[in-house]
Each structure stands twice: as structure tokens, then as C-alpha cells.
């Protein structure tokens, strides 16, 4: 039986942390939905309707992230890059990365927009990898009363560490499949090794003080060797 891992992260954070990198280190073959058949309209410039696209039915989920690619008359390259904020059927209701709904320009012209070319593909898997991972090192278990997910007092205390191990791994893999910016890549994976060791150095998990029974505890460990 596969048991699925709390994922403590989502595209979105991937994507705030490394913005002009997310559409090089998601995997091609991880998609959630695409079309060529997105439509905006005026009165709701915010929401993109597919005709063929059941986004509810394909697992679209708050979090991940939306590309539009085109039509290149009202979006020029690179990708225009929103979140998913809701789903509700053949409809998601996207918004600007880190900002709440509706804040910021819409993705559409005033007069709305046909024919819209969208990808949705996700960093999913690598994400529940790393929170696996820390949650081997910090010690947080599903079946432990006090040490479960939901008893984290602050999620934010892993998220940066999961961030960071999934690009660190993504660019070492786009190293080994020959990318010509091999070495840009390396440098990137280096850099950003660098930072998680420093936060796992210092990172402490506090627990919720009702599942620790009295003040919240902490947990430190530094001893995890980063596995390439």
C-alpha cells in the first residue's frame, strides 16, 4: 500500500523561491492539465474555463501552478505564471503568486480572452520525497499521538527546508541529463546546498503545546546526512 507523506509545501513555494526556474525543473512528463482551449471572460477575469478540461476530475488543487503560454497576441513569452486558488469543475479561479485573490492585474484583457493555452505540471512527488525526509529527521509520525503533522505548532519551520531539497535535487538531475547549462545548473545546486545545510543546521520544530501535553517542545536534530 502506497502511504502519501504530508506534503509541507506546494508549487507555489517552489515557484516564489525560484521563480525564473520552475518551468526548467518541472518535469515535462508531470502534468496535471493542458489545453489550447482556455477562455476568460470579461466580467470575470480571473477565472479560466477549459471546455475540455475537467480540472476537478484531473486532481488540479489550490497551490500549483498554471502557465499560460499563449495565444502570444495578449500574452507574450516568457509564460504568464498564477496559482490555483479554487476549483471547481471545468474552471479554476487563478491569482498572482504569494497574493490573495483578485489582488494585483488579472491574466486576461479587459475584453476577456479565447483560445488560451494553459499547462498545469507539478512538483508534487519530489515535494512529498523531501517532506518524507523531514519528517525522518525531525521525528513527526502519522501513528505518534503529540508528533503527527497537524501537531506541528508552525508547518513554515520544514517548508523552506523541502523547498530547497527539491530544487538542490532538480538541478542536480538536469546536470546528469546532459543540459548545456550544465554548469550554471551546478553552481545553482552548490549555492543552494549551501543554504539548506544552514537551515537544517539551525532549524527546531516546535509542537503544538495541547498534542505535547504542557509547553510546546522542540525537536533539533543535526546529525541527517544530505543525500544527493
Not at 36 to 64: C, H, K, M, Y
Not at 72 to 98: C, E, F, M
Not at 124 to 138: D, V
Request: with cysteine; charged share 20%; proline share 6%.
Amino acid at each position: 500500500m502506497n502511504v502519501l507523506t504530508t506534503a509541507y509545501a506546494t508549487d507555489e513555494d517552489v515557484a516564489l523561491r525560484a521563480p525564473a526556474d520552475f518551468q526548467l525543473i518541472c518535469p515535462k512528463d508531470q502534468v496535471v492539465a493542458l489545453g489550447t482551449d482556455g477562455i476568460f471572460d470579461a466580467e470575470d477575469r480571473w477565472t479560466l474555463t477549459s471546455p475540455s478540461v475537467n480540472f476537478a476530475l484531473q486532481a488540479a488543487a489550490p497551490g500549483q501552478v498554471v502557465q499560460l503560454l499563449g495565444p502570444t497576441t495578449i500574452i507574450r513569452p516568457p509564460a504568464d505564471i498564477l496559482v490555483v486558488d479554487s476549483v471547481q469543475g471545468n474552471s479554476i479561479v487563478l491569482r498572482r503568486k504569494g497574493q490573495a485573490g483578485g489582488t494585483g492585474q488579472p491574466p486576461a484583457p479587459i475584453d476577456g480572452a479565447l483560445n488560451v493555452e494553459f499547462l498545469i505540471a507539478t512538483l508534487h512527488p519530489q515535494i512529498q520525497s523531501a517532506s518524507y525526509e523531514l519528517n525522518r529527521r525531525f521525528g513527526i509520525d502519522d501513528l505518534v499521538a503529540g508528533r503527527r503533522p497537524s501537531d506541528l505548532y508552525d508547518p513554515r519551520e520544514v517548508r523552506g527546508a523541502v523547498v530547497l531539497t527539491v530544487l538542490r535535487r532538480r538541478y542536480l538531475d538536469l546536470c546528469r541529463d546532459g543540459n548545456p547549462a550544465r554548469d550554471a545548473l551546478a553552481a545553482k545546486a552548490e549555492a543552494v546546498e549551501k543554504e539548506l545545510e544552514s537551515v537544517l543546521a539551525r532549524a527546531v520544530v516546535h509542537w503544538n503545546s495541547g498534542a505535547s501535553g504542557g509547553a510546546a517542545s522542540s525537536t533539533n536534530r543535526f546529525c541527517t546526512r544530505l543525500e544527493r
